[in-house]
């Protein structure tokens, strides 16, 4: 079983509540999906994630297909036996960590040759072999193969890749042999809004299970991200998903939802967890900071995460400045709690019909957030 419904939208924005049913589990949107790129939400176990209140999470294509490999993830029971989590797991396809993170060796239409970033084997990928290899993982949803480009970038480079990343599109629809799994298609085009139109157009076209906003969260900014999304979200069909990729700074969320999408995934609450800055409803707090050193208040009071429940500030800035992995599990647990619960205001919102006031109210209070040093789309490691 696997279908998307719309359950309620707001009279005065595009946001929507939906509902997200997959084969392994339900998933709740808007939503947001931690990252687990090597097959584990990096620190926690599966319950421990499930707490935080995530549905589903992600995992990725390229360094899967490194190690362990496809065939020994599929004897161990797919990506679900591989990760121990019953819930709903999205796979990207690997194509941003292809351009972000190898030595490329060749790229053409056909596909891209690169050299691992582990050992410097050259390794071939086309739309075709990210499809089955996507295929032998078994996640739930799974994404088509396309070009994510830097920022700035060159007109003719960003023509090139919406090219590709059309043709690839196709391809990967040919190739898809999984019919558990959703394929998704990516629209590309930079912060061109004629070549995010082109695209789109033509993924519509395609008819895929649900469509991705790619290349965004690179260095250009919030104003011209959300001006993107808001373009090309209203480009896409109204019955089906619709995921903004590696976007995850809270007042972007909450913007995004505004343009109508639902599904979110970003490196930014695990990877500053583990480097001592929780995400809070009153701002960020960097957990190392002296003034915390005989603090007995939690990170946050309102919060249920087993950070806040059971340990000071105090404790957890001892735990970081003595070298302990406690520090880095608590605030990544403390900052996927927030996230969900960040999520779930803007479902409650959205079903009361207040949510277009609420996300003016949050997007003035948290306007300042967005210069966080840590970057939300950097290689997409957890």
């Not at 696997?2 to 359950?7: D, G, L, N, P, S």
């Not at 707001?10 to 090597?38: C, K, N, Q």
């Not at 082109?198 to 008819?207: E, Q």
């Not at 069909?237 to 599904?263: F, H, T």
């Amino acid at each position: 079983m696997k279908y998307f419904e719309v359950i309620r939208t707001d009279s005065h924005s595009a946001a929507r509540r939906g509902r997200l049913v997959t084969p392994y589990g339900i998933a709740e949107t808007p939503a947001f999906m931690p990252v687990g790129t090597r097959g584990s939400v990096k620190g926690l176990l599966p319950a421990m994630v499930r707490q935080t209140g995530a549905q589903i999470i992600l995992a990725n294509t390229y360094h899967l297909l490194l190690r362990p490999g496809p065939d020994i993830v599929a004897a161990l029971g797919d990506l679900h036996g591989l990760m121990g989590w019953e819930g709903p797991i999205l796979t990207d396809s690997g194509g941003y960590q292809v351009f972000s993170l190898s030595t490329l060796n060749r790229i053409g239409d056909d596909g891209v040759e690169f050299a691992s970033h582990i050992d410097g084997a050259k390794i071939y990928l086309d739309a075709r072999i990210a499809t089955e290899t996507q295929n032998r993982l078994g996640a739930d949803i799974i994404m088509c193969f396309d070009e994510c480009t830097p920022w700035p970038c060159p007109q003719r480079h960003l023509e090139k890749a919406v090219e590709r990343t059309i043709r690839w599109a196709e391809q990967c629809k040919a190739a898809h042999a999984n019919g558990r799994q959703m394929l998704f298609g990516i629209v590309q085009g930079g912060v061109d809004k004629a070549l995010r139109s082109r695209c789109a157009a033509a993924l519509v076209l395609m008819d895929f299970d649900g469509y991705a906003i790619g290349g965004l969260s690179v260095g250009e900014g919030h104003d011209l991200m959300t001006a993107t999304v808001r373009h090309t979200a209203a480009l896409l069909p109204e019955n089906k998903p619709r995921y903004l990729m590696g976007v995850g700074m809270p007042v972007d969320i909450v913007e995004a939802v505004r343009a109508g999408v639902d599904m979110f995934d970003c490196v930014l609450p695990t990877r500053n967890g583990r480097n001592a800055f929780a995400f809070t409803a009153d701002g960020p707090m960097r957990m190392r900071n002296s003034a915390f050193s005989r603090d007995t208040e939690p990170i946050e009071a309102e919060c249920p995460c087993p950070a806040c429940r059971q340990f000071s500030r105090g404790a957890i800035r001892h735990f970081f400045n003595v070298g302990e992995m406690l520090g880095p599990i608590l605030v990544t647990l403390h900052n996927l709690t927030y996230y969900q619960r960040l999520m779930g205001e803007i479902r409650t919102h959205i079903e009361q019909g207040t949510f277009n006031a609420w996300a003016d109210a949050f997007g003035e209070k948290h306007k300042t957030e967005n210069q966080c040093e840590l970057t939300s789309n950097e290689g997409k490691m957890p």
